[in-house]
């Protein structure tokens, strides 16, 4: 599976982005697919997952009810709809995925910047 990102960029605080995830190489089907960041000097940290044959969806505390994760069966695609951003959600964003046989995530796309202005 391979994982192409985008649609970061820079937002004022209060603002919104839509990120993007594609898979290539086989469908998502029966994966665990969704996002991890990395603020600057900061650790890696999960953010939001969706089970794609399920829809059930999971979110970090620091992004629920501001963040919502989607996907489009038809376009093997995951969003991740960012909303009231904040300037500590200021990170690279980074696509994932998971086999249903994984416990941890195998795949990683590359990572998209977000950054948020106060």
């Known amino acids: 599976v391979q994982l192409q990102a985008s649609g970061g960029g820079l937002v004022q605080a209060g603002g919104s982005l839509r990120l993007s995830c594609a898979a290539s190489?086989?469908?998502?089907?029966?994966?665990?697919v969704g996002w991890f960041r990395q603020a600057p000097g900061k650790e890696r940290e999960f953010v939001s997952d969706?089970?794609?044959?399920?829809?059930?969806?999971y979110y970090a505390d620091s992004v629920k009810g501001r963040f919502t994760i989607s996907k489009d069966n038809a376009k093997n695609t995951v969003y991740l709809q960012m909303n009231s951003l904040k300037p500590e959600d200021t990170a690279v964003y980074y696509c994932?995925?998971?086999?249903?046989?994984?416990?941890?995530?195998?795949?990683w796309g590359h990572g998209t910047y977000v950054t948020v202005s106060s």
């Open positions: 190489g086989r469908p998502f089907s029966t994966y665990a």
């Open positions: 994932v995925a998971r086999s249903p046989s994984a416990s941890v995530y195998g795949y």
């Open positions: 969706l089970r794609w044959s399920t829809g059930s969806t």
